[in-house]
């Protein structure tokens, strides 16, 4: 069974940085994507980024390109989420996620919805504030 651990989350002023991780276990598709979400509570959950195993290619939803930086570490089954440059409003439950049916990150790329993902961390919380 596959299973995702996030961890890192906490609390940062703004302007701040805070580095997020997700360790992956259980994954046997060679071709899987993981994507960072976040969720406040009464919206949707937003795709953040994700990052493919085919070549690492990585993707980002507009309000965080730039800032957040989105990388994996094959040998730790672990992908990572740089977050700088902290706002406000980038208070969320952060959770990563798994597409082990091909991995090509459509939930950025084609903006398709949260349900595309297969499994899921239970999520670390990230709060932004003075």
């Known amino acids: 069974e596959v299973q995702l651990v996030e961890s890192g989350g906490g609390l940062v002023q703004p302007g701040g940085s805070l580095r997020l991780s997700c360790t992956a276990s259980?994954?046997?598709?060679?071709?899987?994507?993981i994507a960072w979400f976040r969720q406040v509570s009464g919206k949707e959950r937003e795709a953040v980024s994700c990052i493919n195993s085919s070549g690492g290619g990585t993707y980002y939803a507009d309000s965080v390109k730039d800032r957040f930086t989105i990388s994996g570490d094959n040998a730790k089954n672990t992908v990572y989420l740089q977050m700088n440059s902290l706002k406000p409003e980038d208070t969320a439950v952060y959770y990563c996620?798994?597409?082990?049916?091909?991995?090509?990150?459509?939930?950025?790329?084609?903006?398709?919805?949260?349900?595309?993902?297969?499994?899921w961390g239970k999520g670390t919380l990230v709060t932004v504030s003075p």
């Open positions: 259980g994954l046997t598709s060679d071709y899987y994507g």
């Open positions: 996620a798994v597409d082990v049916l091909g991995g090509r990150c459509t939930v950025i790329r084609d903006n398709l919805p949260a349900s595309t993902m297969n499994f």
